[in-house]
């Protein structure tokens, strides 16, 4: 019998891990603003049509990056404001959301801690 201990390199495993927690952490993220946006949307009773509403969506943007907008050509009217209107800022608010940035980071947080194993 040995009285050495056996090291096994599983690096290329752990990283493959690492890298499924974060984009797992990060679509949950994602969702979550998702969600508060539309809430905020809501809440300024910014809902005529439902075309913002149902056009807030997240997706990957780069790596370790999620992206939460829109695509409807008016959104930018109502968060900035014009002349004749002023600025209904959905976006801005949700993300300057303290409790909304320190939901994500719980999020974030308990994403990543269960995902690496």
């Given at each position: 019998?040995?009285?050495?201990?056996?090291?096994?390199?599983?690096?290329?495993?752990?990283?493959?891990?690492?890298?499924?927690?974060?984009?797992?952490?990060?679509?949950?993220?994602?969702?979550?603003?998702?969600?508060?946006?539309?809430?905020?949307?809501?809440?300024?009773?910014?809902?005529?049509?439902?075309?913002?509403?149902?056009?807030?969506?997240?997706?990957?943007?780069?790596?370790?990056?999620?992206?939460?907008?829109?695509?409807?050509?008016?959104?930018?009217?109502?968060?900035?404001?014009?002349?004749?209107?002023?600025?209904?800022?959905?976006?801005?608010?949700?993300?300057?959301?303290?409790?909304?940035?320190?939901?994500?980071?719980?999020?974030?947080?308990a994403a990543l801690a269960g995902g690496v194993r």
């Amino acid at each position: 019998m040995s009285d050495f201990a056996r090291l096994e390199w599983n690096g290329d495993e752990v990283t493959e891990q690492v890298v499924k927690a974060l984009d797992d952490a990060l679509s949950i993220c994602g969702a979550y603003m998702t969600g508060a946006v539309r809430a905020e949307i809501v809440d300024q009773d910014l809902i005529d049509t439902s075309n913002l509403y149902n056009s807030i969506a997240d997706e990957p943007s780069g790596p370790n990056t999620q992206k939460v907008g829109t695509n409807v050509e008016y959104a930018a009217y109502l968060e900035y404001g014009t002349s004749r209107m002023s600025a209904k800022a959905f976006m801005r608010r949700t993300m300057d959301n303290t409790a909304n940035q320190a939901n994500v980071a719980k999020l974030a947080a308990a994403a990543l801690a269960g995902g690496v194993r």
